[in-house]
């Protein structure tokens, strides 16, 4: 690399100017440009653009066998491990080796309760649109906000109700950093992970006044499903997966009910196969002396392997004055005090 400010986009001269001309690609797990109706482009992200040249890689044994294990016994699989180990993306290798479709994403937060993940009911939403047609005369005419069909409209699945729903194959399911969530959250989720299924009330309640008992409902793909008697009931138990970096325990009542993996520190061929899947062979070899210096400083600092891929990518790309500086900037410790 040479000593030079050219890869430089912001110069912070304080004169507009068209450097946002130069600025190249995106890399490849930053890339959005391929969303489109069918799909959100989260896999290709995840599991890498580049992911054919990384097919010679293989789980070790016993992850191998803990996926297995919760396939099998349809439970769902909590995977722990410090940040950037593959916790989430196993869950898109998994559905994209199956076939399991795109994979639903609840990510949680300190906020996050049971409901934001079965479905959500807009009753503001509905009022405001009753109350607009009635001004216009309609009232609780057949169509209208007011009748009792219209509910339907007003109901969203939320990304485990849309795992819950009846079919022939199973959803693959991630319930991102559950450590994160507020202390009741992994106790409210037994009942559903145990029986999968759940009921939503508001549709209980006018069932009778339902055709077929029926109410046509938004999940969580943006897709129209029927759901009868106010119940969404699973025939194929969706693979859920749950992670955490191990930031609290959970209640042993959840891990009775779930298969357990802890994934440890990847190795030099792991990173590499890792690099590979994301960036392309070139670079894997071209980067091989930070992966080795980041497994050296991973052996008594918590780093995480998506800075090692942003390490890698930008000072392959942008010929910054100096590699290892940049590195070290980029791949900070995330456990030093703030």
Known sequence: MTESSEWLIYRGAGEPHDGMSRLPPPPPWRD??????????????????HRHLAE????GAEELEMINAALYLRRPLLVTG???????????SVAYELGLGEVLRWSIVSRTALQDGLYHYDAIARLQDVQIAAQGGYGT??????????IGSY?????????????????????????KSDIDLPNDLLNVLEEGEFEIPELQRIADRLPDGEAE?????????????????????????????????FPAPLMRRCIHLELGRPDHNRLATFVRAHLGDEAARAGDDLIARFLERSRSELLAADQLLNAIHLTDAAAPPSRERLADLLIQRLDRSR
């Open 56 to 59: 010679l890689h293989r789980p």
């Open 217 to 249: 409902v938004l999940t969580a793909d943006g897709t129209k499903v029927r759901v009868r008697d106010g119940r969404v009931r699973c025939r194929a138990f969706p693979f859920v997966v749950l992670t955490s970096n191990g930031e609290r325990d």
């Open 141 to 150: 005419a057949a169509g209208s906000p007011g009748a009792a069909t219209a």
């Open 82 to 92: 410090s940040p950037g180990a593959g916790k989430s993306t196993l869950a898109h």
């Open 155 to 179: 109901i969203r699945l939320g990304p485990l109700g849309t795992a819950l729903l009846p079919s022939d194959t199973p959803r693959v399911l991630l319930i991102d950093e559950l450590d």
């Open 32 to 49: 959005f440009s391929g969303r489109d109706a069918d799909g959100d482009g989260s896999q290709d992200r995840r599991l890498g653009a």
